[in-house]
Every structure is written in C-alpha cells, then in structure tokens.
C-alpha cells in the first residue's frame, strides 16, 4: 500500500503552553499504520498534554501537528476524530445519562478507510462483561467496567489511531490483565495506537517504540531493545 | 434513556391528563381558561426543558420565541376574517424557526454564563423591538379579531374562537409535543444532545460538530415555544410586549425547575403546580392579608421543592421507578 509511507499521526517541534507554563518543548515523533507508540514518564511531564494537543483541544504555540499528512491547525476537534483518531481519556467520562449501549451506539460509525470491523458483536465479544451490563446507566458500572466501556467506545468509531490515556490506572490487577489483552488484540488488527501508562513491562512486550519525557521534553526515543539497554535511563525516569 | 416514560410516570400523565380533560365538563369559564394556561405554558416550559435539561443549554430569553410566535398570530391575521389554521400555523412554526436559527447561531457559541447573557440580551431586544413598533399595537399591545380556524366552504372544522375546541386543541398539542420530543430524545440525535450535555469535548473527540447539534436543539426548542405562543395568542385574542421579556422566560425556567430538569413530563407538574399554587396564594380567604403579596408564598414554596425534592415535582413519580437495569 502506498499509504503506509504516510505517518497517520506526526508532530514535528511542538511547543504548548498551557496558561505562562511552558509544557511541552519540541516534541517530534510520528506513529505510522499499525504502529504502537509508547509514551513514559513521571507525572506532569506532559504526556496528557501531548494527547489532548493531537486532539486538538489544546493549540501548540509552535510546531506543526500533521495527521495523515494534512496539518490539522485549523481542524476543529471532531474533523480530527472524523479523521480516525479515538482519545481514551483517564478520566473515562462516560455519559451517565445514556445506557452502556446508547454509550457505544452514539459512537458507532465507519472508519475513514470505509472499515468497519468493530461492531456490537465484536465488542461484547472481547468484553462479555458489558454485554451482561448492556441496559445499565454509565454511571452504575465499577471502574473497570467504565474503562472497559471507554475503550469500547473509541473502537466503535472504528479508528486508525487509538490514544489510550492511563486506561490501566487503579484497577484491580485482573481487571488490568483484561485491559492489557485487549489492547494486544486491538494492536494485533492492525489499529495504530499511542499509549500512556506506568506499566513499563507490558509497555515494553506491546509497543514498537518508546518515547520518555521529562518535562515537556523528549530524553529516549527508540525501540524497546535500545531502551532495556539503558538501565540507569529507565531507573531515573520510571524508577524501574 | 430516561425520556421513555416508566410505567409510574405513564400512568400519572395518564391521570393528570383526565383531569384536565375534564375541567370544561365541570369547571366554570375561569377554571377552564386557567387550565388552559397551565397547559400552554407547559409547552412552553417544555420546549425549554429540552434545552437546559437535556442539552445543558440554560437559555434566559426563551420567551422571545413564545412571544413572537403569539406576536406573528396577531400580524398574519387579517382583520376582517379568519386565517385559515394551516397557514397561520406554517407561518408561525416557520418564521419562529428562522428567528431561533439566527438568535441560535449567534448564542450557540457561548456557553454558560455568557449563553445566559447573549440569550437575554437578544429577548430584550426582541421585547423592545415590539415594545416601541406603533405596527404591532407598540406598548398597548393588539387585538386579535378573528382567531384562525379551519373552514371547507361553510363546514367549519376548527374554529380557535370557540372556548372547548382551543381548549381539546391545546390537550391533544401538549400530548403530541410530548410524543415529538421523546422520539427526538430517543434518536441518536438526541443521545448526542444528551451527550453534549455531561460533556462537550468527549463528544467532539468522538468526531460530532457539537455546535451544530445545539444550535438543532435550540432551533426545535425555539419552534415548540413559537408553536406555545400561537395558543397562547388565541387564549384571549391580545399579544403584549410582555409576552417576550425576561419574567415570561424566567417563569418557563422556574416550571421547569420546580417540575424537575431532564425530565419532559416535569413540565406539565411544574406549570401545573406554579399555577395551581398561585390561585391558592392569591386567595385572601385562604392566605389572609398575605395574599395581596402572593410572590412571598411562591418564593418560599419554590424553595422548598427545590431544597427538599432532589430533582422537583417529578420525583414524587419517578422515587418508586426500578432501576434501568432491573427495568429492561
């Protein structure tokens, strides 16, 4: 295919300001087809700043955004979702006045490449739970369920490129391993997707490459096996 | 989807809706013209629910389109004869729409406590507009001679003038208003809205263009109210400035309050009960020496429904309904 010399997602020298911080400074990286990035570091180093600019919520200052290699500067938020990217955010806002499947209904439609490979059947079939949990109100799920619910939903629109926002953060540790199997089920059908997490050892097992920032800057940017190299880069930054 | 009404709900609309249906066999003229407000302004409280209940859109200057819409009666209306109801109808529905399009794409973009403002700023333009327009009858306000009715040649089908059919017209237009917006809830336009309303940026990263699907909502909220303000025009056949300003808008908000926010049916207990309260408070023989100062009582009960009813009238109904997922 010749789309696949494209980058779905790159960023090249972003700065962002958030109020008179100065969060991000010259970001670059791009995420191409299929590929899984990983992006590490303590908390407050930028790495939700990173998503919420890709999604437009926030403007860099400087630096160009260019998503399947248009410069998404002067898209609004839902032209570039339109264009295939699906945010999972932490703080999972699912709509608590719709059931778990109006949840996922209102976000069903067909990817950008006409695909639409997740639907209804496919969805309860990686999370039986929600099934069982289809006529619930959003806000009468456990945490993990709303995670689960969250995911799903972004799938539902059927993307190219899955930001996944600290999707694992207080779960219980077999919810957890639930959440990491299917993030390796959505990566092995080929979805592009951008991760954020604290797990470095799954992170490691699932992403292509790495990227650790430290306030607002990018100090690793590789494959896994460049980074388990560097010991005392990853005890400095993870505290692994 | 809350909009689906439970079995309790469905059954005390039922009830409530027999009531009023009964008031002109019993009640005299006066009972029967108040219930025909409580009515109208139901509608108009309702319109105005699906704003600022299920978009989160809390609009201040709704009376501007339930004024215009009583307002656009009084200018069509020729003043020998009687339009025909259809086009006095289109016309009211379809001008009023234009207003809320024009009002709504300017207001939609604000949001809060400015939405509040924008929408209050262009009520008032819209009260002083009619306020100072000798054309329009200027402050006095006008009459409407001949209310519009529908006529086959001599075989008159419905005629507004007469007490009992504007009466039953109302009825049957508060229950298809009803049935309108719960589909419209129940669409996926309507999850948006809903969507929309817990929030707004989730919706956008799930690629909807929310400006537009509020300024929809606003636009179908604006037309019920215009469509409110034609009844409420053929009531007594008399349009004021009043109509549009900001005590008729902030009257439809504390219906909807006091009825219960997100709920549709809300409206109806909140007009009910801000009417039915007020007739009480009024009564000397009943309040005393207050009831020349009536506006305390309301104040006061107001409040409490508020502070002790978790979301209004509506939740004497809806404290007994199962939980959505036992329900279905």
Same mark, same amino acid.
């Given at each position: 295919?010749?789309?696949?010399?494209?980058?779905?997602?790159?960023?090249?020298?972003?700065?962002?300001?958030?109020?008179?911080?100065?969060?991000?400074?010259?970001?670059?990286?791009?995420?191409?087809?299929?590929?899984?990035?990983?992006?590490?570091?303590?908390?407050? $180093?930028?790495?939700?700043?990173?998503?919420?600019?890709? $999604?437009?919520?926030?403007?860099?200052?400087?630096?160009?955004?260019?998503?399947?290699?248009?410069?998404?500067?002067? $898209?609004?938020?839902?032209?570039?979702? &339109?264009?295939?990217?699906?945010?999972?955010?932490?703080?999972?806002?699912?709509?608590?006045?719709?059931?778990?499947?109006?949840?996922?209904?209102?976000?069903?439609?067909?990817?950008?490449?006409?695909?639409?490979?997740?639907? &209804?059947?496919?969805?309860?079939?990686?999370?039986?739970?929600?099934?069982?949990?289809?006529?619930?109100?959003?806000?009468?799920?456990?945490?993990?369920?709303?995670? $689960?619910?969250?995911?799903?939903?972004?799938?539902?629109?059927?993307?190219?490129? &899955?930001?996944?926002?600290?999707?694992?953060?207080?779960?219980?540790?077999?919810?957890?391993?639930?959440?990491?199997?299917?993030? &390796?089920?959505?990566?092995?059908?080929?979805?592009?997707?951008?991760?954020?997490?604290?797990?470095?050892?799954?992170?490691?097992?699932?992403?292509?490459?790495?990227?650790?920032?430290?306030?607002?800057?990018?100090?690793?940017?590789?494959?896994?096996?460049?980074?388990?190299?560097?010991?005392?880069?990853?005890?400095?930054?993870?505290?692994? | 989807?809350?909009?689906?009404?439970?079995?309790?709900?469905?059954?005390?609309?039922?009830?409530?809706?027999?009531?009023?249906?009964?008031?002109?066999?019993?009640?005299?003229?006066?009972?029967?013209?108040?219930?025909?407000?409580?009515?109208?302004?139901?509608?108009?409280?309702?319109?105005?629910?699906?704003?600022?209940?299920?978009?989160?859109?809390?609009?201040?200057?709704?009376?501007?389109?339930?004024?215009?819409?009583?307002?656009?009666?009084?200018?069509?209306?020729?003043?020998?004869?009687?339009?025909?109801?259809?086009?006095?109808?289109?016309?009211?529905?379809?001008?009023?729409?234009?207003?809320?399009?024009?009002?709504?794409?300017?207001?939609?973009?604000?949001?809060?406590?400015?939405?509040?403002?924008?929408?209050?700023?262009?009520?008032?333009?819209?009260?002083?507009?009619?306020?100072?327009?000798?054309?329009?009858?200027?402050?006095?306000?006008?009459?409407?001679?001949?209310?519009?009715?529908?006529?086959?040649?001599?075989?008159?089908?419905?005629?507004?003038?007469?007490?009992?059919?504007?009466?039953?017209?109302?009825?049957?237009?508060?229950?298809?208003?009803?049935?309108?917006?719960?589909?419209?809830?129940?669409?996926?336009?309507?999850?948006?809205?809903?969507?929309?309303?817990?929030?707004?940026?989730?919706?956008?990263?799930?690629?909807?263009?929310?400006?537009?699907?509020?300024?929809?909502?606003?636009?179908?909220?604006?037309?019920?109210?215009?469509?409110?303000?034609?009844?409420?025009?053929?009531?007594?056949?008399?349009?004021?400035?009043?109509?549009?300003? =900001?005590?008729?808008?902030?009257?439809?908000?504390?219906?909807?309050?006091?009825?219960?926010?997100?709920?549709?049916?809300?409206?109806?207990?909140?007009?009910?009960?801000?009417?039915?309260?007020?007739?009480?408070?009024?009564?000397?023989?009943?309040?005393?020496?207050?009831?020349?100062? =009536?506006?305390?009582?309301?104040?006061?009960?107001?409040?409490?429904?508020?502070?002790?009813?978790?979301?209004?009238?509506?939740?004497?109904?809806?404290?007994?309904?199962?939980?959505?997922?036992?329900?279905?």
């Amino acid at each position: 295919m010749v789309e696949t010399d494209i980058p779905i997602l790159s960023l090249k020298n972003i700065h962002c300001y958030i109020g008179p911080s100065h969060i991000l400074r010259d970001v670059t990286f791009s995420v191409r087809p299929g590929q899984c990035l990983s992006l590490m570091g303590r908390n407050g $180093m930028g790495k939700t700043t990173i998503l919420r600019t890709i $999604m437009g919520h926030i403007r860099p200052t400087k630096g160009i955004v260019h998503i399947n290699g248009v410069n998404s500067a002067l $898209m609004k938020t839902h032209i570039i979702a &339109l264009s295939g990217i699906a945010f999972v955010p932490e703080t999972r806002s699912i709509f608590p006045n719709l059931s778990v499947i109006e949840n996922l209904t209102m976000a069903a439609r067909t990817g950008v490449d006409g695909r639409s490979d997740w639907t &209804l059947e496919r969805i309860f079939n990686i999370f039986p739970k929600l099934e069982e949990r289809q006529n619930f109100w959003g806000d009468e799920l456990s945490g993990g369920e709303q995670q $689960m619910l969250t995911i799903s939903r972004g799938l539902m629109t059927n993307p190219s490129l &899955l930001l996944l926002d600290e999707v694992t953060e207080g779960l219980a540790p077999l919810v957890r391993e639930d959440i990491w199997r299917v993030i &390796l089920e959505i990566k092995n059908s080929g979805i592009a997707s951008i991760i954020v997490d604290k797990h470095v050892k799954r992170l490691l097992e699932i992403a292509d490459q790495h990227v650790i920032l430290v306030r607002g800057e990018i100090v690793f940017h590789g494959d896994g096996k460049t980074l388990v190299e560097c010991p005392e880069l990853m005890k400095q930054h993870l505290g692994v | 989807m809350v909009t689906v009404p439970s079995r309790n709900v469905a059954i005390c609309l039922f009830v409530i809706l027999l009531c009023f249906a009964s008031v002109p066999l019993f009640g005299d003229k006066y009972f029967v013209k108040l219930a025909l407000r409580a009515i109208i302004f139901s509608i108009f409280a309702m319109s105005l629910d699906l704003l600022i209940g299920y978009t989160g859109l809390v609009s201040f200057g709704h009376a501007a389109f339930f004024g215009l819409g009583a307002y656009i009666v009084h200018l069509v209306s020729p003043v020998d004869e009687s339009l025909n109801l259809f086009i006095c109808l289109s016309l009211t529905l379809g001008l009023t729409a234009v207003a809320a399009s024009i009002i709504g794409a300017f207001s939609v973009r604000t949001k809060g406590v400015y939405f509040i403002m924008v929408t209050l700023a262009f009520a008032q333009m819209m009260f002083y507009f009619f306020f100072n327009w000798p054309g329009a009858g200027g402050s006095d306000g006008a009459f409407i001679f001949f209310k519009p009715a529908l006529k086959f040649g001599d075989l008159t089908v419905i005629d507004l003038d007469d007490g009992h059919t504007l009466y039953f017209f109302s009825l049957f237009a508060w229950v298809a208003c009803y049935i309108l917006l719960i589909f419209v809830l129940r669409s996926p336009f309507g999850q948006v809205i809903q969507g929309i309303k817990i929030n707004e940026h989730r919706m956008q990263g799930l690629g909807y263009d929310t400006y537009l699907y509020k300024l929809v909502s606003f636009v179908i909220a604006g037309t019920i109210a215009g469509f409110a303000g034609f009844l409420f025009a053929c009531i007594d056949g008399f349009v004021s400035p009043g109509l549009l300003g =900001w005590r008729e808008s902030g009257i439809a908000m504390v219906m909807v309050i006091l009825g219960g926010q997100g709920t549709l049916f809300g409206a109806l207990l909140g007009s009910v009960g801000f009417h039915g309260m007020e007739e009480i408070f009024r009564e000397p023989a009943i309040t005393g020496v207050i009831a020349e100062h =009536w506006q305390i009582l309301m104040g006061i009960f107001v409040i409490c429904v508020v502070l002790f009813l978790k979301n209004g009238l509506s939740a004497l109904i809806t404290r007994f309904d199962s939980k959505a997922g036992e329900d279905v």
